[in-house]
């Protein structure tokens, strides 16, 4: 792999799916996991096998469809979930095992009632096991975010010794701050003997809002796998957004890392998603919100007319949308009216603009929005004809 590749592990199908009310069918997975495929997502994490007889069907189907992409399966660390998901995925063309333990003290103490060492012990059991079945064995330290350092990269060379490839660092509950856990990725990267032999991952969770910041601060600092979601679902407030990430780092070129995402099929895909799973994207959403490249303000759309640049980072067209949107709201000023306009057919001079846009603002004040039929309307009022055609 080249040192600049950031692998992209969608896990929209598994972690994604938790969302309660949001469970898909087999049918609508295989359908969302063609076009991950295409999208290039580098690994698809299609299901956690053993939960259900349709998660392990899900994961089946899902191994025999996929062309390009990693298909995983996650598994808890015990023998049983790891032959489950073995069969699952014994026709994908590149499996993966996905399997892990918790290694917080919180979870060594209470959830597991055990000790670090018997952790540990568990931890090199499961690899090893499932490496008898796979050779791509990640594993996942569940908690990362809130163990010790010094014990995590323990517990990560002793499972890199085992045969792990990947090491999943999740900040499972969403707690750290983006230094802190770009300084743990940078401490497992420096103290961990043998790894320069697996990847790093980043599986952020969004409690604070921190999940997007967090896996940029990781890959900044040595992790080369981002674990994301479409539109960022995921359970609680969500997990990493896809589409959030990628853009970052294709808008930033001076971190000189990339992915293997095609852009563009990004507004098709969460859309998809969106409708498959019944969750709306809120409109203010980075990226594929219906708000994020609409200009309502005065300022802002004049800008916009003059030079897209002057308040976009991010072209639409990069991630699938037609074009800017201009909403006419009675924040909007001249130039936004005439722009309008001149797109259903008016082309205004000055004092007809002024004219016009006296009677735009007394609508403006009545509506939210003002349409394209409310500007015919408008320029019927005061008997402005069309002067172009519209194709």
Known sequence: MSKNQVYIFDTTL??????PGCKLNTHQKLIIAEQLDFLGVDIIEAGFPISSPGDFNSVVEISKI???ATVCGLTRANKKDIEVAAES????????????????ESHIKFKFNSTPEKIIERAIEA????????????????DAGRTDNEFLARVCEAVIKAGATVLNIPDTTGYCLPSEYGAKIKYLTENVKGIEKAILSCHCHNDLGLATANSIEGVIN???QIECTI??????AGNTALEEVVMILKQHPYLNLQTNINSKMINSVSRLVSESMGMPVQPNKAIVGANAFAHSSGIHQD??????ETYEIIDPKEVGVDHSSIVLTARSGRAALAYRAKNIGYELTKLELDEAYDAFLSCADCKKEVTDEDIHQIMESIHIDRKIIVA
Do not use: M, W
């Open 14 to 19: 598994r972690d994604g799916e938790q969302v």
């Open 222 to 224: 040595g992790a080369r």
């Open 231 to 236: 539109n960022g679902i995921g359970e609680r």
């Open 66 to 68: 996929v062309k390009n």
């Open 89 to 104: 995925l014994k026709y994908a063309k590149k499996p993966r095992i996905h399997t892990g333990i918790g290694t917080s």
């Open 127 to 142: 690899v090893k096991y499932a490496k008898t079945f796979v050779e791509d064995v990640e594993f996942y330290a569940e």
């Open 303 to 308: 800008g916009v007319i003059k030079k897209r």
